[in-house]
């Protein structure tokens, strides 16, 4: 039988129609951009761009500082992909992540700093000392409530007010941000404890990024959440008629994409030591680009986490790219233009592509 039904909402599946995953397609996509700049580092600073050939370090000639500052570099904007991914694949779009981060980052701090400084009460306490020195849990907790709190507004909005995705966020996003300025008057908050500070300490926004990039693998693809997201985002109609709670169910999408967003600055505040109002600033746009350019569509039901880890990395392999030639930052910012673009280009023509072959 080659066509029978599977999955929720009555979607079917034809092994004849069976195609190469689009994952290994971005995955193609990154070895020929890798290979680009390894040809440009060549050609124009005669130095390989990932490997180091004068010295084998670590028992490899690859050039491992490179690679790590390229994984580093985008991972803490990857725990918000991977939010923004589910968000899309639900047929929806978050515009307010990156002030979610600006807003938990200054609740997160002002919670989780030390009382004493090289001797001296904190210069940047917000709080009285009763309010220093407090469990790292205490901190994270509060971090994390404020993510979901947000995400949830952004899911009630939408799921029971209809009132678009991109207008219910594009107002959390204004609203976060001013949320932020205002908790401290606009003064950058610092000196944490010790024990928020190892939360970013060194190689460890990798670790968050990759278990949570496991995690939520495992969730889309094997649980009932994975299926329903899926579904609604294929047609929500549909969906709703199979017997799925589609209002609850976006809220849940947007609470958990909050959670993200508000983890991913509870992981950057302790990196940086500090946390201002600025944080976070477009980190939404470069979240989504990462999602789009994985494979995800902006029109929903199609995607993975697995495409969007790769689409992390081409935007890291990009940047990195970028300044290893030695062009000025704002070159960068025009790329990435390019590259969202491009990418949401490239979504259309697939899903054209993929009319005509039905």
């Not at 992540?97 to 980052?105: E, F, R």
């Not at 000196?191 to 190892?198: D, I, K, L, R």
């Not at 299926?227 to 799925?244: F, L, P, Q, W």
Request: charge should be positive; hydrophobic fraction near 50%; charged fraction near 10%.
């Amino acid at each position: 039988m080659a066509e029978t039904s599977h999955g929720t909402g009555g979607l079917t599946f034809d092994a004849k129609k069976r195609s190469w995953p689009n994952e290994a397609n971005v995955f193609i996509a990154l070895i020929l951009i890798l290979l680009a700049f390894e040809a440009l580092g060549m050609t124009f600073r005669d130095q390989s761009f990932l490997f180091d050939f004068n010295e084998a370090r670590d028992g490899t000639i690859l050039n491992m500082a490179r690679i790590k500052i390229i994984i580093l570099q985008v991972s803490i904007v990857g725990i918000i992909a991977l939010g923004a991914t589910q968000v899309i694949i639900s047929g929806g779009i978050d515009l307010s992540a990156g002030s979610v981060v600006g807003l938990t980052a200054m609740v997160t701090m002002s919670f989780a700093q030390t009382g004493m400084v090289n001797g001296n009460p904190n210069p940047k306490s917000l709080f009285g000392p009763e309010w220093m020195d407090l469990p790292v849990i205490l901190p994270v907790l509060l971090g994390l409530i404020v993510g979901i709190g947000a995400g949830m507004i952004n899911g009630l909005l939408i799921a029971f007010t209809r009132i678009p995705p991109f207008i219910a966020t594009l107002g959390m996003m204004v609203a976060a941000r001013g949320a932020a300025q205002w908790w401290s008057r606009g003064q950058p908050v610092s000196f944490p404890t010790e024990s928020f500070a190892a939360i970013g300490d060194g190689m460890m926004p990798v670790v968050w990024f990759a278990g949570l990039a496991i995690l939520f693998h495992l969730i889309l693809k094997y649980t009932v959440y994975g299926k329903h997201t899926y579904a609604i985002g294929s047609n929500e109609d549909a969906a709703r008629m199979s017997g799925i709670k589609v209002a609850r169910h976006k809220t849940l999408v947007y609470a958990i994409a909050g959670a993200l967003a508000g983890f991913s600055a509870i992981v950057l505040a302790s990196k940086n030591l500090t946390a201002q109002t600025g944080m976070g600033l477009m980190y939404e746009l470069d979240a989504i680009a990462m999602a789009v350019i994985g494979g995800v569509s902006l029109s929903g039901g199609r995607g993975s986490i697995i495409g969007t880890c790769i689409g992390a990395l081409i935007f890291g392999v990009i940047i990195s790219g970028f300044t290893f030639l030695r062009l000025d930052a704002y070159y960068q910012e025009m790329v990435k233009g390019v590259i969202i673009v491009g990418a949401v280009v490239l979504d259309q023509w697939r899903q054209q592509r993929a009319s005509l072959k039905g």
